[in-house]
């Protein structure tokens, strides 16, 4: 069918204060912005953002502005100070966060960034997935840097190797392609599909090598375990 002009019928009905639209389809080329502008945005094509735009003063004299961003081509803002700064990358709720990668996302909380390509945060404070397809699923200061590396809580965990994984936790690393550490402080999966299940301060340095729990145990040799 033809394209309506604007200066024909609207498509918007006012009901008991509110504005409802006909019953069609509606097409934004450029995109739609729900509450206020953010005057520091450039904003992309397709773009959806959902926030307000705040500027105040600090007890320091420091002039500060805060505004959701969705930057390029079809990347999606809601929360508070969110930015989408790469193509399709969306920030859908939270304070702070950054998606930052081509199809990154960040579900919510605080400061978390998902800095690679299909990479995503899903909550917590101040963690970050830096590598492609990389995932933090919650915690604080947290970092999945290995390819398709996870961690899934905890804080200041890190799943460093490729396809690593830390479950929870703190202060532990999974250092190699396929290690995993499960849980429990400082514990670390340094080879080649090594692995930690419990404990504090164990070490799985052998490739295939394993440590079950206890206190500052290490499996120094491929396929040793400590139960």
């Known amino acids: 069918s033809a394209a309506r002009d604007l200066s024909e019928e609207s498509p918007f009905t006012l009901v008991d204060d509110w504005w409802v639209a006909d019953e069609k389809m509606f097409r934004f080329p450029q995109g739609v912005v729900i509450g206020d502008k953010n005057p520091e945005c450039r904003y992309g094509n397709a773009v959806l953002s959902v926030g307000i735009y705040d500027q105040f003063t600090n007890e320091w004299g420091e002039f500060w502005t805060y505004g959701n961003c969705p930057w390029r ?3 999606v803002t809601f929360g508070y100070n969110n930015h989408a700064e790469d193509e399709f990358a969306t920030v859908t ?4 966060n950054r998606a930052s990668g081509k199809y990154s996302s960040v579900t919510g909380g605080a400061s978390n960034k998902a800095e690679g390509w299909h990479s995503s945060v899903m909550g917590g404070v101040s963690n970050i997935a830096s590598a492609v397809a990389s995932s933090v699923s919650g915690g604080g200061e947290n970092q999945a840097t290995g390819y398709q590396a996870s961690v899934s809580g905890g804080s ?7 396809f690593s994984a830390v479950s929870g936790g703190s202060q532990s690393t999974a250092y190699a392609y396929g290690s995993a550490v499960s849980g429990e402080n400082l ?29 500052a145990n290490q499996a120094t040799h491929k396929r040793s375990s400590v139960s």
């Open 187 to 215: 514990n670390r999966a340094v080879a080649v599909h090594s692995s930690v299940s419990a404990g504090q301060r164990n070490q799985a340095k052998g490739e295939f090598s394993s440590v079950s729990g206890g206190w």
């Open 93 to 96: 709720g939270g304070r702070g």
């Open 156 to 162: 200041k965990n890190t799943a460093q190797g490729d």
């Open 73 to 75: 081509e079809g990347s």
